[in-house]
């Protein structure tokens, strides 16, 4: 009863201006009537019966009113995102509102399935990393029980767990989106970056590193295709036995790199999904040493750089990993 009561105040709140209307016409009405010296019975009688259809309007608007408004506590209480129970539209203003508040819908349902997404993603990734990241961990804790550990053993399981905390800081960098410096750089800079952070991996398997400076700049962001080359030299080193070699070399047009190993390749039917999240093919799972994470996130970092990667294999021979750096021209700062 309460809740009734408290309805019918504001429904006659809302109606207050439709209410003093009414008692003036039928102020005017009587005024006219005294005015003209007219018996009063008829205009009793008339005005009794306008307070009737009056009040009856009123009443039947009440009950209208009162169940639009049921129906939206009721969407409110359930939460419900969908608008598919919103009392219909009776004017083109409430059309207008409704169109409104869909619209607005749709945008936040939008909006919470890329958080989903994005949150899938980011367990999905975190669970592959913290597997990966176990693994010098725990060489590093065999070797902690040796009399004499090797010193050089240790630092290449450093440079993995090194690599494995840069991972993790780009990952989070990707996911905002938002920290590209684009400029002009020299290739030849960013290549000596990524072999400085991965030349104790060249020379603890003795691989021949065969590359020739060739003077090219690129319009990219250095940090980002840094990373790139580093995870794509990992690869390469992780995958070619002791003794082999790894190659990179520049093309000026169209503007690309290239990373070629003498490993043990791909296979065929691994090659189109290497780049998926968590897929590790036949020969990572053999050795028990991927996640499928490095070239997941290479590939995501080469497309927001708006560059090209695409990789070739040959089982027993090595693999070709081509980084496309052509892209349209951009007024940036040299």
Known sequence: MKALGNDLLQYLRRGARCVALFAILLAVMAGIYALYGLPWGPAVYTMLVMAALFAGAAAVGFVRWRSECEALRRLNRQAIVQLDGLPPAREEKERQYQQLVGRLEQRCRKAEQEAEQSASRS????????????????AMDLLLQE???????????????SQYVDMA???????????????ACLLDDIVRDALKRTSALFIHKKLQL????AGLRVLTDEKW????LEQLLTNAVKYTPAGGSVTIRSEASPLCIWVEDSGIGIRPEDLPRVCEWGYTG????????????GLALCKQAMEMLGHGM?????PGEGTQVRLDLERRDLD???
């Open 123 to 138: 367990r999905r990734y975190y669970t592959l990393w913290s597997h990966q990241v176990k693994t010098p961990l725990a």
């Open 147 to 161: 009399p004499s550990p090797s010193r050089e053993q240790m630092r290449q399981e450093l440079v993995k767990m």
């Open 332 to 334: 940036v700062r040299d």
């Open 225 to 228: 295709l840094a990373f790139v």
């Open 210 to 213: 065969h590359w020739q400076p």
């Open 282 to 293: 036949q020969n990572g799972r053999a050795g028990r040493n991927s996640t499928g994470i």
């Open 169 to 183: 800081l780009q990952y989070q960098r990707l996911e905002q989106g938002s920290d590209l410096v684009l400029r």
């Open 310 to 314: 695409t990789i070739s294999s040959t």
